[in-house]
């Protein structure tokens, strides 16, 4: 399996937005984060977004953790998060 999309997530591990960027639907993205949420593989904070590439078997997360919220967007504290995993793990 090997699809690659973007993700955004609110603090209640809702899944506010997935971009496929590969020939695969939205509702296989968000199975995938779904899976990932629930396998407890990314890090939770008020805000997550980021990237999911999944190539040979191994899925690999890059994001950013929204560790406390700012006044807007801009102000935010973020921190940046990358790893990898098979994904016979979730």
Do not use: A, H
């Not at 609110?10 to 629930?38: A, M």
């Not at 396998?39 to 890059?62: A, H, P, Q």
């Amino acid at each position: 399996m090997n699809m690659e999309f973007d993700f955004s997530i609110d603090y209640q591990e809702e899944i506010e937005e997935v971009v496929p960027y590969s020939d695969t639907t939205e509702i296989d993205c968000e199975n995938i984060v779904k899976r990932i949420l629930k396998g407890k593989k990314i890090l939770l904070g008020e805000r997550m977004e980021g990237s999911c590439v999944i190539k040979n078997d191994v899925v690999t997360l890059d994001y950013r953790v929204c560790t406390e919220l700012g006044d807007d967007w801009n102000t935010d504290v973020w921190g940046n998060e990358k790893t990898s995993f098979p994904l016979s793990e979730i």
